[in-house]
């Protein structure tokens, strides 16, 4: 019994023995001869990495740049929209004066197109009034000129009568010297009657003539 069990503890610590031996040699193995593999396949891992990340740094670089440049078309876009309305803002403000100003402008020829009316209106009025006045003066003077006229007709034939009456009487031989040369003064009276109704005949006739023109 006792033989058999040192027997069995025996093989049981060449097995162990012969196993850690075989532990040894693969880890030995695994050292140096996976190992080098190992780190071929992490070089080129981190290489392709590398480029990896190289391609990506580049897009991305490209992609800011891209950026930058929509950025600044955008500014530029941005200060244009800001130049065109500030713009349109004058010509706006502009085109609104020159309305104004020409609305202006129009009220005050429509005012002095008014006033330049009823001034017409005044000046035809007053004409008139003065054509009617003239053509009532002419009227008159034409007027005047026949009753003068008349007067003087009557006068020279008063005269032509009493004219007569002293030529008969003198003929006869029966005025004396006073009765004549009273007559003779009312003959002169009459005459110088006839001459004065003369000078208001010129008179009306040149208010004729001038209401006339």
Known sequence: MKLRTITLFAGLFVAQVSLAQVEEVGSVIDTTITAPVITTVEQATSEAELKAQKEQLKAQQKLQKEQEKAIKAEERAAKEKAKAEKEAKKAEEKA?????????????????????????????????????????????????????????????????????????????????????????????????????????????KEKVNKYSM
């Not at 020279?156 to 009568?161: G, H, I, M, R, V």
């Not at 006869?172 to 009459?190: C, F, H």
């Open 96 to 204: 609104r004066k020159a309305e104004e100003r020409a609305a202006k402008e129009k009220a005050k020829a429509e005012k002095e197109a008014k006033k330049a009316e009823e001034r017409a209106a005044k000046e035809k009025a007053k004409a008139e009034k003065a054509a009617q006045k003239k053509k009532e003066n002419l009227s008159k003077a034409n007027s005047e000129v026949s009753k003068v006229e008349t007067k003087i007709a009557k006068a020279k034939a008063d005269l032509a009568k009493e004219q007569s009456k002293f030529d008969i009487k003198k003929a006869k031989g029966t005025l004396s010297p006073q009765d004549e040369a009273k007559l003779k003064g009312k003959l002169l009276d009459k005459q110088q009657k006839i001459n004065s109704l003369g000078l208001d005949l010129i008179k009306a």
